[in-house]
């Protein structure tokens, strides 16, 4: 093959890259991989003289995606003041889990599993201004230098320090999960998911902190609660009536966000993804149910 055949392959093999920075930055998996596309057309639409003379074509690729998803940002937070209810992360599957083949062309297939894409994570992303979150996602997650998120924010390298310094602080703030193995959240996961099964009110209470607190997003498309629901006893017997509306819901355990979760199905398709924060005795402290069927697209295939 020569050079310019290899230099395309080089150039489309950044797509794994862009994806997970993209996810991470924005949240959605769609729009990711819209702005990814968006990137790699900008790309191509460069005279071929001026693409020869750029020597990291992956870091050129990295700060157009970033440019593009800090503009998404910023009109993400009006389309979310009128998201029906509340806005959720797209909760990621682990393709090979479901038994999938990737088709290298769905963006879950690109998604590299790990405490970065974790839901309690995302959910703090999602109250950062768009600057922080681009700053914290780049340089704590990928180890990107101030010097080059400078070109994507049009700020000076310690501005963007200092954007990253109070995004840190956001997270360091925030209700965190407890430090507890993956066999710990897994078995505290099933747990619930044999009470939920039993319809047990009682078992489903001890199970969940007293100061639990539940959000769903149903983005409008299907039925949910509309705001967060706070407290263990006030949850179970909403997920009992879940099961009471919905005859033959099959609950399956599965990782969700490369975490231990739930998912719901009935006949066949999927109706809910959830995911969970465990605490150091085992209590589920955060429950988030993802039940938007446009979030649910990487889901709807199975082994």
Request: with cysteine.
């Amino acid at each position: 093959m020569g050079a310019a055949g290899a230099g395309i392959d080089a150039v489309a093999g950044e797509r794994r890259q862009l994806i997970n920075v993209a996810y991470r930055l924005l949240g959605s998996l769609a729009e990711a991989e819209d702005a990814v596309q968006e990137a790699y057309a900008r790309w191509y639409a460069l005279p071929r003289t001026r693409r020869d003379e750029i020597l990291s074509p992956g870091g050129w690729l990295t700060t157009v995606t970033g440019r593009i998803c800090l503009d998404v940002l910023g009109s993400a937070r009006a389309r979310r003041e009128r998201y029906v209810g509340a806005w959720l992360p797209d909760p990621l599957p682990d393709r090979a889990e479901w038994g999938l083949v990737s088709e290298g062309g769905d963006p879950a297939d690109q998604m590299v599993l790990d405490e970065s894409v974790a839901m309690a994570l995302l959910v703090v992303l999602e109250s950062m201004t768009p600057a922080e979150r681009v700053a914290f996602v780049l340089h704590d997650v990928f180890r990107y230098p101030f010097a080059e998120i400078a070109a994507i924010l049009g700020r000076t390298p310690a501005a963007c320090k200092q954007l990253a310094a109070s995004a840190r602080r956001r997270v360091r703030d925030a209700p965190g999960p407890a430090a507890v193995a993956g066999d710990g959240r897994a078995e505290a996961v099933r747990r619930v998911k044999e009470a939920w099964e039993r319809k047990d009110i009682a078992a489903l209470i001890d199970l969940l902190d007293p100061a639990a607190v539940m959000t769903a997003d149903g983005g409008g498309l299907v039925g949910t609660v509309l705001r967060p629901i706070e407290g263990g006893a006030r949850i179970a017997p909403y997920m009992v009536a879940i099961a009471d509306r919905a005859p033959g819901l099959e609950l399956l355990e599965r990782s969700v966000n490369g975490a231990p979760g739930l998912v719901a199905r009935r006949g066949g398709t999927v109706m809910t993804v959830a995911s969970f924060d465990v605490d150091g005795d085992g209590l589920i402290t955060r429950i988030w149910a993802v039940r938007n069927p446009e979030k649910l697209r990487p889901w709807l295939r199975d082994g």
